[in-house]
């Protein structure tokens, strides 16, 4: 059995648990070690977003941030925390970040600026978002259906695929998680993405990044 995990969200975001429930459930799950990595999405149009009556009605709306000041902030204080009750178990405990890529212009710079503070251990990459051309204007995949041509919805798609791309080939992410997280949109099918997927793996190989494989 797999004796650890890294993609792990406590209460922090949406997940259920405490880091101390997180934590002590690795412990007498026998892990090795466990990596924390509760969700860091950022984009300053969040509240804007076609889909933000979706995403507060059925997600953890505090998960949803437009400032990465603020944010530094709070993470930096759950990173201590995280490491405070880490010290009381005999368990390697990291502490991490999950990314959604944001492709507006000005975020890559504001990210890395807060990577460079917020000394965090690791950070993974997976999108949960879909964007407009310019990527000021996100939806959740299931919305664009409501929206959109079929045409149109295709173009999203291959947009999103381009994206978690370009975030791989930053070098600033240690593994992908659920690249076939556009499952939920209604659009989406396999074979004819399927390319999109393979030109996503070939970055990956080449950048060395592993991919998380999801078993949902």
């Given at each position: ?142 919305d664009i259906p409501l929206l959109f041509s079929r045409k149109e919805q295709e173009e999203i798609i291959h947009n999103h695929f381009n994206t978690l791309i370009s975030a791989v080939k930053t070098g600033l992410f240690d593994f992908l998680g659920h690249l076939d997280f556009m499952r939920k949109a209604e659009v989406y099918n396999l074979e004819y993405f399927f390319a999109d997927i393979e030109e996503l793996l070939k970055t990956l ?12």
């Amino acid at each position: 059995m797999q004796d650890y995990t890294y993609h792990c969200h406590t209460n922090f975001s949406d997940g259920k648990s405490s880091v101390k429930e997180m934590i002590e459930k690795a412990v007498n799950l026998g892990f090795k070690e466990i990596g924390i990595s509760d969700h860091l999405a950022i984009h300053k149009n969040f509240l804007e977003s076609p889909s933000w009556p979706r995403f507060s009605e059925y997600y953890a709306p505090h998960i949803y941030r437009t400032d990465f000041v603020s944010t530094l902030n709070e993470f930096q204080r759950h990173a201590d925390n995280i490491r405070l009750v880490a010290d009381n178990y005999p368990i390697k405990v990291y502490v991490g970040a999950e990314v959604d890529y944001m492709p507006y212009a000005g975020w890559l710079d504001e990210f890395i600026n807060f990577k460079e503070k917020a000394g965090l251990d690791y950070y993974l990459t997976g999108n949960h978002y879909v964007f407009n051309s310019n990527g000021e204007t996100l939806f959740h995949p299931r919305d664009i259906p409501l929206l959109f041509s079929r045409k149109e919805q295709e173009e999203i798609i291959h947009n999103h695929f381009n994206t978690l791309i370009s975030a791989v080939k930053t070098g600033l992410f240690d593994f992908l998680g659920h690249l076939d997280f556009m499952r939920k949109a209604e659009v989406y099918n396999l074979e004819y993405f399927f390319a999109d997927i393979e030109e996503l793996l070939k970055t990956l190989a080449e950048q060395n990044i592993p991919a998380e494989i999801n078993t949902k």
